[in-house]
């Protein structure tokens, strides 16, 4: 077996692993759904089958830091959103 180094900076490499780790897993699925915190969003999809379409909170997370980083800037917006984040999840334990 061989070690291999992984590079995160293509976007490409990013979504195939949001892809593996989040689509053809059920575990982030099946964690999310047995906590009962606001910690997803739930979207009525009108479908019977699979009523609510949901999405995770810490992705906004990961989106401040990606918005910080693309302009440069001191990481205000990840800062506050992740210190939020951390305050909401605190609140649920």
């Known amino acids: ?19 593996l ?3 053809s897993s059920p575990f982030m699925v099946s964690v999310a759904k047995s906590f009962d915190a606001p910690i ?4 009525p999809t009108g479908d019977a089958l699979r009523p ?4 995770g909170i810490g992705v906004f997370v990961a989106l401040a830091l ?4 693309s302009k440069r ?3 205000k ?9 951390l ?3 605190s609140s649920q334990l």
Request: glycine share 4%.
């Open 21 to 23: 780790f989040t689509f």
């Open 1 to 19: 077996m061989e070690i291999t180094v992984l590079l995160l900076d293509e976007l490409n490499t990013n979504l195939e692993l949001l892809g």
């Open 66 to 69: 990606r918005f910080d980083v």
């Open 77 to 85: 917006y990840f800062t506050s959103a992740f210190v939020g984040y």
């Open 52 to 55: 609510y379409s949901m999405l």
């Open 87 to 89: 305050l909401e999840f």
């Open 40 to 43: 997803k969003l739930l979207f």
């Open 73 to 75: 800037s001191q990481p």
